[in-house]
């Protein structure tokens, strides 16, 4: 499995928003995007997963698994995406948001299974009927990420995933994540504009402004 | 990602749009062309102006002129005035994040329920000289006094005003956090002004600007409106809307045409003041850039605040006691001048009224819901549609719609309803259930769109975004995610259009031929009548209606979301 962009570009107004630019990411592997605010880094996530606004254009070629996803429809693309929201639904608990993300094809034993055990590896065992308001930040993060793997993505989409954690949470839920993603063995695109965000070995692409 | 135009989302605004205008321009076509004496209907086919003269002429035109300028342009000018008092003394404040709460119950209470509990309050037998009666001796029998509708239309004013103020409240309470109000107070208290200074010359220029189309719809409606203007309004003669609803009914054919031409010349005189409101606007502006220039700010005492509280006690006293007295009305057997309360009481009228009422209240339920419903359907549709074009490759025009939506509430229903229903007999669907459904959709629909709008456009898209990612399947992002997100303002909406249907009147006396009766139609017609028990039981189911469909519209997300903290603080 493989993720690539091929001399992609993103333009807001007929205006380039940077730089063409490819990037490869193996399964496994983390390809990381950098650069200022504005510099389009979440509206570049936006078109991977499959939803633009009409005030962006892009140009170039999404391919995942050396296929294009450009006339995939966004519920076809199997895109699984994090934010720095949690976005988790307020008005499911805890089991109903992560049951959620499912894929239709397991009973109902099974879901209930896959779910106790993905909770209970994250030291959430007991969380499953809890209402989610009354979570703390760091265990929201925690379950909205569970949430979006147990969908089984074959590509996963990182929007700043740690900026809104607190200091003390942020090194410990960041490492939890790649360790999570780590046992996928699928690609991952990270945008951030935090290098300490980037683990070691991930392939680093920074959005140069475009040249006048 | 092109538009697709063949897409089912796409046909919606239109077929929104069609049935909210489709009424209003084929009714205005069919009221001027027989205020011009062309109405082959009655054999009358040639262009004339007989009909406008005939109107000029009519002995009781001036007064009834007189009438309509006096109370419309009084009450909507008092309406103004009591909201800005009641903001500039008392927001924000205590008592009017509680004014807020009560906001819904007094707005969903119908017309004419409102104008029968006050005309219970405020006749020479009523509640108000009862209790001066208590404290004088002299009044053992009802004065002469004409304290309702009076000759001057001063009980019209004070009833039209009362029900304007909460609606002018609520549209000022919509906007005033995004021109950040509060803080606007603060700076100009730290620089040295008064709050009246801040309001006068900081806040209500921008705020008018944002409240100029619900204040333009206040003021159609205190020129033109029917019920209310029946119930409380002068007699002698009566107001211009009135006079024509009578002409349009008269059994002799040909005064259609004079109704039609009074019709029109009501529609010119609502436009000509709407106009005339918009030409002051610009000299308003250059006084105020002369008064910020000369700091002119009066050290009077601040005397708003006490008015504040002395207007929001009038409101809610007059909202309380009107439905008290009905209720009480309702269940009386005897009562005497000056007896405050009755002497006896029975639940004869109430029950009574179950097997009396049964097929107004049927037909009611049944309009009120159907026609929620619908418009909540189309609505929903609508605004999913701009969700659509915004990923889609196009821009939403979301002001040139709004202006649309408040077409209905700005031509006077009385300027098109005759139209309309002469529209209804050439095709043949007069006096069907259809149309009459459809007569209420055309102002269920718009205040529906200005209710759900505002929260339905504020959702996080990446909810839904993430719902499609996860299960790739767009009906469970639509209907588990988004709607339940959204169902405490969905269900508040649906309340708006149910209690917005219930109030109508002229809709189904016009549309529906005379072959429906619903609670309204029924207590206006009971209103002229001597028996006051049989019009507060009426009034009472009217009230009751919209009140039960709001509380469930409360209580229904608070029970669904009982164990969901972040969903019981959603606001609506």
Redesign the interface.
């Known amino acids: 499995m493989s993720m690539q962009l091929q001399n992609y570009q993103l333009c807001r107004h007929q205006q380039p928003l940077f730089k063409a630019f490819s990037l490869t990411v193996a399964a496994g592997e983390i390809g990381a995007i950098t650069g200022i605010s504005g510099s389009g880094k979440s509206t570049l996530l936006a078109d991977i997963s499959g939803i633009l606004t009409s005030a962006f254009k892009s140009s170039g070629e999404i391919l995942l698994n050396g296929n294009s996803l450009r006339t995939v429809p966004i519920e076809r693309r199997q895109v699984g995406i994090l934010f720095q929201d949690d976005l988790l639904f307020p008005h499911l608990n805890v089991f109903e948001n992560l049951l959620f993300g499912l894929p239709a094809h397991f009973s109902r034993g099974e879901k209930a299974a896959r779910i106790q055990d993905a909770l209970s590896e994250s030291g959430l065992g007991s969380y499953a009927l809890r209402d989610i308001a009354t979570l703390s930040g760091g265990q929201r993060a925690r379950i909205s990420l569970l949430r979006t793997l147990l969908s089984e993505p074959k590509l996963m989409l990182l929007d700043e995933p740690f900026s809104k954690l607190d200091r003390a949470l942020r090194g410990q839920f960041r490492a939890w994540v790649f360790e999570q993603l780590g046992h996928q063995h699928i690609p991952v695109v990270l945008v951030t504009h935090d290098p300490e965000d980037i683990p070691d070995g991930s392939r680093i692409v920074d959005l140069e402004a475009p040249d006048a | 990602?092109t538009l697709r135009l063949s897409h089912p989302l796409a046909i919606i605004p239109w077929l929104t749009v069609a049935i909210f205008l489709t009424p209003v321009i084929l009714g205005l076509v069919g009221t001027w062309l027989p205020a011009f004496g062309w109405f082959p209907a009655i054999g009358l086919d040639r262009l004339s102006l007989a009909p406008w003269s005939n109107l000029f002429s009519h002995p009781s035109f001036p007064g009834a002129l007189r009438h309509t300028l006096v109370t419309g342009l009084g009450a909507a000018a008092l309406a103004l005035v009591s909201t800005a008092l009641l903001l500039i003394g008392a927001y924000p404040s205590a008592l009017f994040s509680w004014l807020e709460k009560s906001l819904a119950p007094i707005l969903s209470i119908p017309h004419a329920a409102f104008a029968i509990g006050m005309s219970f309050l405020l006749v020479p037998s009523g509640w108000l000289v009862r209790l001066l009666a208590l404290m004088s001796d002299r009044l053992d029998r009802p004065p002469l006094w004409s304290t309702f509708q009076d000759p001057h239309g001063i009980s019209l004013i004070v009833t039209l005003a009362l029900k304007e103020i909460p609606f002018l409240l609520l549209m000022c309470l919509a906007i005033l956090p995004t021109l950040k109000a509060q803080q606007t107070l603060w700076l100009a208290n730290s620089l040295g002004h008064s709050n009246r200074f801040a309001w006068l010359w900081l806040i209500f220029p921008q705020l008018y600007r944002q409240i100029r189309l619900p204040f333009f719809a206040v003021l159609a409606y205190s020129l033109t409106v029917v019920d209310i203007a029946v119930i409380a309004g002068p007699t002698t003669p009566a107001t211009l809307a009135v006079l024509i609803t009578q002409w349009f009914n008269d059994p002799d054919l040909s005064q259609r045409t004079v109704g039609a031409a009074g019709a029109a010349t009501l529609l010119m005189l609502l436009s000509l003041i709407m106009a005339g409101a918009l030409l002051l606007e610009n000299p308003l502006r250059r006084l105020r850039s002369h008064c910020l220039e000369r700091r002119l700010s009066g050290h009077w005492p601040a005397w708003e605040k006490p008015m504040a509280r002395l207007i929001s006690f009038v409101l809610l006293f007059f909202y309380a006691a009107a439905l008290l007295i009905t209720l009480i009305w309702g269940l009386a057997a005897q009562w005497r001048y000056p007896d405050v309360l009755p002497s006896r009481f029975s639940l004869d009228k109430v029950a009574h009224s179950l097997t009396q009422l049964s097929d107004p209240l049927w037909c009611t339920l049944l309009l009120a819901t159907l026609s929620a419903l619908l418009a909540i359907t189309v609505v929903v549709g609508c605004l999913e549609n701009e969700v659509r074009?915004?990923?889609?490759?196009?821009?939403v025009r979301g002001q040139k719609i709004l202006v649309l939506l408040y077409l209905p509430l700005l031509i006077p229903q009385i300027a098109f309803i005759f139209g309309f229903q002469v529209w209804l007999i050439r095709v043949g669907l007069d006096g069907t259930f259809v149309a009459l459904l459809w007569s209420h959709l055309v102002f269920v629909v718009p205040y529906v769109f200005l209710t759900l709008s505002g929260p339905y456009r504020q959702f996080?898209?990446?909810?839904s975004?993430?719902?499609?990612?996860?299960?790739?399947?767009?009906a469970?992002?639509f209907w588990?995610?988004k709607l339940?997100?959204l169902?405490r303002p969905i269900l508040y909406a649906f309340a708006t259009g149910f209690a917005v249907s219930i109030a109508q009147y002229l809709p189904t006396i016009f549309v529906g031929a005379g072959r429906f009766a619903t609670l309204t139609t029924e207590a206006v017609a009971l209103a002229s009548g001597s028996d006051r028990r049989l019009m507060a039981v009426m009034a009472l189911w009217q009230q009751l209606l919209p009140l039960i469909v709001f509380a469930l519209a409360t209580l229904i997300p608070a029970y669904?979301?009982r164990?969901?903290?972040?969903?019981s603080q959603?606001v609506s």
């Open positions: 990602m074009l915004k990923y889609g490759g196009q821009k996080d898209d990446r909810f975004w993430l719902a499609l990612s996860l299960t790739g399947r767009r469970h992002s588990r995610i339940i997100i169902l669904r979301f164990h969901r903290r972040a969903m959603t």
